[in-house]
């Protein structure tokens, strides 16, 4: 399987700061890579897919990169609704695993 | 507008099976495949398998293999997750998410999850 890494797995951060969340793959993934949202007590929320295409609705804040083994997730400027937890996941080969997890908080 | 609505809460004891539903609905059900997903409780986001909604073909991960079944009924256009010989450590809320219109096994609707509590 897949192992994916998500660092680091708290984040405090301020409204208006630019954060990075960086995902790494144990093996090649190329751009197979998704991003998502959660909050507390609800469903995730796909935010990027294919490493940097970003989802209809999602704020241009958000962006992905990365190929290959290494990826991030930026938000150039912190929002009140962005404070939640952050997943990876890969879809190269099954099974489809996530990261496990960056929870984004209000320093 | 594309919703999935899943079934109700459930509590069951270690050894017995439980089977969880998700009624999509505001699309063409047949297009799409079907991801479960679950998360214990305080813990991360876990893949459990995906099968298609056209063909019914399956990828189970090897963690719940031998004890998960997934499931469609294209009549009422509802995906079935059922998951036998349950342990205290399934107890989690379990999800199902459609495939994204351009990247399988990527969820970009998400039903609003079903507890499974798994207790004596």
């Known amino acids: 399987d897949i192992q994916m890494t998500q660092s680091p797995s708290t984040l405090s951060a301020s409204m208006g700061d630019r954060v990075t969340i960086t995902c790494r793959a144990s093996?090649?993934?190329?751009?197979?890579l998704a991003w998502y949202q959660q909050k507390p007590g609800k469903a995730p929320n796909l935010l990027i897919q294919?490493?940097?295409s970003l989802e209809s609705g999602v704020p241009s804040r958000f962006s992905g990169s990365g190929s290959g083994t290494e990826f991030t997730l930026t938000i150039s400027s912190l929002q009140p609704d962005d404070f939640a937890t952050y997943y990876c996941?890969?879809?190269?080969?099954?099974?489809?695993?996530f990261g496990q997890g960056t929870k984004l908080e209000i320093k | 507008q594309v919703q999935l609505v899943q079934s109700g809460a459930d509590v069951k004891k270690p050894g017995a099976s439980v089977k969880v539903s998700c009624k999509a609905s505001g699309y063409t059900f047949t297009t799409y495949g079907i991801t479960w997903v679950r998360q214990a409780p305080g813990q991360g986001l876990e893949w459990m398998g995906w099968?298609?909604?056209?063909?019914?073909?399956?990828n189970y991960a090897q963690k719940v293999q031998g004890r998960v079944t997934m499931t469609t009924d294209t009549s009422t256009s509802t995906a079935y997750m059922e998951l036998r010989s349950l342990r205290s450590d399934d107890t989690a809320v379990y999800y199902c998410?459609?495939?994204?219109?351009?990247?399988?096994?990527?969820?970009?609707?998400w039903g609003q999850g079903t507890l499974v509590t798994v207790s004596s």
């Open positions: 998410g459609r495939d994204h219109k351009a990247a399988a096994e990527v969820l970009d609707h």
């Open positions: 099968i298609s909604a056209y063909s019914g073909s399956t």
């Open positions: 996941q890969q879809y190269n080969s099954y099974p489809c695993t």
């Open positions: 093996q090649d993934i190329t751009t197979w």
């Open positions: 294919k490493a940097s």
